[in-house]
Structure formats: C-alpha cells, structure tokens
C-alpha cells in the first residue's frame, strides 16, 4: 500500500539559510499535518490542512509557514534557520479525523 | 490543557512473553481517540492501534491488545508473545474529537531480549 512519502530525507544547513520540506500524502487522504521531533523528544504538532486549508496550529515558530497544494502534497518552509531546528520532521496524512499515518520523517540538521 | 504520561521510560521483555505499557491521559473531554505509536530505530512512526472513546471494547490487532479504563483515564498497550521485531519505542497519543494534533507521551523505550 502507497505511504506518505517526505523529501528530502536529509538535509543540512547552515544557520540563517531556508529549508523548504515536501510531503505527499496517501491518496485519497484530506487531511496533512506536519510535526517536529527533537532528539530524545516525543513529536510535536506543528501545523495541519484540511482540503488545502489551514485547520489547526501548533507550537509552530513565526519562521516557518506551510500550505497544502491543489494536488494535496504539503510544503514546510522554514525561514533564518537555528541550530536549536535541527530535529526529524515528520509528515502524517489521514481521511478527515481518522488515524494518522506518518511518513519517512526528514532529518534537518542546522550547521 | 490535555496531557499524556508514561511513566516507564524503559522496558525490557524475553522473546515470547508478554509485556504491557502504561499510559495515563487528563482530558476534560467526553470524547477523544487514543493511540499506541512504534518508533523502530529506523525513526519510522508507525501506528500500531487506536481506540475510540466511546467504544468500550477494548481494540485489538493481532499480537497487540489495549487495555482501556476511561474513568482511570488509563490506556494501556499489551504486547503478547513479544518479537525481536517489536524493539523500538512505544508513544501513547491522544487526540480531542473535534481536533486535529495528536498530544503525544515522552514513550517507552521496550527492549526484546533473545
């Protein structure tokens, strides 16, 4: 069965340089939400869509924005890097509210 | 404000046995979902099983098996006849049904011992 599928899944960085992250949901899924995991921590919700809409918003820093596309792929833009964003990002799509599904996760490391 | 706890950051099980993993939630809610994730070292999340609120049967898929207890507000994961595959950390999540994030654990980390 199709996952989520997330690009790049490394990338390195230099501080105040600009990351942009890709997701592609499952087919058919409506719903896109990003998360931030830092090592040695549990993920923490960012931001979701809903049908290309913004439905919800997390602990998401003024820096990064997002928005989901006509073909429902989900884009993280992330502005004036810090090392302290150095963490796995994950994308997670799910029909409406049902149960999410996570991708592959892209390691950002800040430099 | 909803907050899950697992208050077992490391776990250790022999091949073939049975292991459980605790999770408590605060929610005021009357209705939400919960969820057992698995983090294999491949830093993959996988979504092992997800119970409803609502449902008071506890849900099951395959060797995995939760042990739901609302008014304990307690949601337990059994894992029976444990595999070398099931290495890797467990996080308990929770969602409001009207919500979209999910509010995750700190995890357990279980160890399958040969």
């Known amino acids: 069965a199709a996952g989520v599928i997330q690009s790049p899944r490394h990338l390195i960085k230099e501080k105040r340089e600009t990351a942009t992250l890709k997701c592609y949901p499952i087919p058919r899924h409506d719903t896109v939400y990003w998360y931030q995991q830092g090592p040695g921590q549990d993920p923490q919700f960012l931001i979701s869509?809903?049908?290309?809409?913004?439905?919800d918003k997390g602990s998401i820093p003024d820096r990064f924005s997002a928005q989901q596309f006509s073909d429902y792929h989900s884009e993280l833009n992330m502005s004036s890097l810090e090392l302290g964003d150095s963490a796995l990002y994950f994308c997670?799509?799910?029909?409406?509210?049902?149960?999410?599904?996570f991708g592959p996760g892209t390691r950002l490391t800040v430099l | 404000a909803q907050t899950v706890t697992q208050s077992q950051p490391e776990m250790s099980v022999q091949e073939a046995e049975t292991v459980t993993l605790s999770c408590t939630y605060d929610t005021s809610e009357s209705n939400y979902y919960l969820f057992w994730y698995k983090q294999p070292p491949s830093r993959q999340m996988i979504l092992v099983i997800r119970?409803?609120?609502?449902?008071?049967q506890n849900a099951t898929e395959n060797r995995f098996s939760v042990n739901f207890q609302k008014a304990a507000k307690s949601f337990s994961l059994k894992i029976s006849d444990s595999q070398l595959g099931d290495t890797a950390m467990y996080f308990c999540?929770?969602?409001?049904?009207?919500?979209?994030?999910?509010?995750f654990g700190t995890g357990t980390r279980l160890t399958v011992i040969p």
């Open positions: 119970q409803e609120a609502y449902k008071q």
């Open positions: 869509f809903y049908e290309k809409m913004q439905s």
């Open positions: 999540a929770f969602r409001e049904t009207g919500a979209n994030n999910l509010f």
């Open positions: 997670a799509s799910s029909l409406g509210r049902g149960g999410q599904y």
